[in-house]
């Protein structure tokens, strides 16, 4: 099994910028797939961006496109989540999950075995 600990949430005003961390232990992070989703109050769980094993590729919600970016060092067994031009409506607890090993990347939370505990990330007027 592989665990995830998130980290570097916070508070920021609109516009800001802040970086996630998701640090993984237990297996070697090269054999995931691995993504980044959020949960608001009273919303469901959505995709914010996937990233391959080897970090070739990403890919992004379309709301979350050109301000975030999804990155991973495999060396560091750590991925992160760049956000740029935060907007209030981006207020979430943010979710890093790992997917199966050695499976693509997935859209949807049945496509990731592995969760972390959540990082709240709340953005002010």
């Known amino acids: 099994q592989v665990q995830l600990v998130e980290s570097g949430g916070g508070l920021v005003q609109a516009g800001g910028s802040l970086r996630l961390s998701c640090a993984a232990s237990?297996?070697?992070?090269?054999?995931?797939?691995m993504a980044w989703f959020r949960q608001a109050p009273g919303k469901e769980r959505e995709f914010v961006a996937a990233i391959t094993r080897s970090g070739g590729s990403s890919y992004y919600a379309d709301s979350m496109k050109g301000r975030f970016t999804i990155s991973r060092d495999n060396a560091k067994n750590t991925v992160y989540l760049q956000m740029n031009s935060l907007k209030p409506e981006d207020t979430a607890v943010y979710y890093c999950?790992?997917?199966?090993?050695?499976?693509?990347?997935?859209?949807?939370?049945?496509?990731?075995?592995?969760w972390g505990q959540g990082t709240q990330v709340t953005v002010s007027y």
């Open positions: 999950a790992a997917g199966r090993p050695y499976s693509g990347s997935s859209y949807y939370t049945d496509g990731y075995d592995y």
């Open positions: 237990g297996r070697p992070l090269s054999r995931y797939a």
